[in-house]
């Protein structure tokens, strides 16, 4: 399905953070490199695929924070242990699409990547039709 046929139906766009639970020893072989690239491909052919980008470190970062009616501003790296790396923002037609093709997505790195782990949020992204027109 082309982009401009996929515009017409009724769609909804997905932010998919991917983060990274447990890192193995090696560097991603070029397989699985090679078919990220191509699932890429694929999603943009299909008009799905809106952006997609891989993520400095979080020591690279810093955290706007607002609480106790003060905002502050803590740097880089964060606590987490589970380290955000990329995203994707997707528009399709449901969420159950959203999810397919970020299980695609970890499936690539199962059969490629011997010991990756990790975990993606598939999270709506709101647009002007969701909120009610002013009164």
Do not use: C
């Not at 810093?62 to 790396?85: H, Q, Y």
């Not at 695609?104 to 782990?117: I, K």
Request: aromatic share 8%; charged share 25%.
């Amino acid at each position: 399905m082309n982009a401009v046929h996929m515009n017409k139906e009724k769609t909804m766009r997905y932010l998919i953070t991917l983060r990274v639970t447990k890192q193995p020893d090696s560097p991603p072989s070029p397989e699985l490199m090679e078919a990220i690239t191509k699932l890429g491909e694929e999603a943009t052919r299909s008009g799905v695929l809106l952006d997609t980008a891989g993520l400095a470190p979080s020591a690279e970062g810093v955290r706007v924070s607002l609480a106790g009616g003060r905002v502050g501003v803590t740097d880089g790296p964060f606590t987490e242990s589970k380290e955000l790396i990329s995203y994707a923002l997707y528009q399709v037609r449901s969420k159950e699409e959203a999810v397919e093709w970020s299980a695609r997505f970890l499936r690539l790195h199962q059969d490629h990547w011997a010991g990756w782990e990790g975990e993606a949020d598939v999270l709506r992204v709101f647009g002007p039709e969701d909120f009610a027109a002013p009164a």
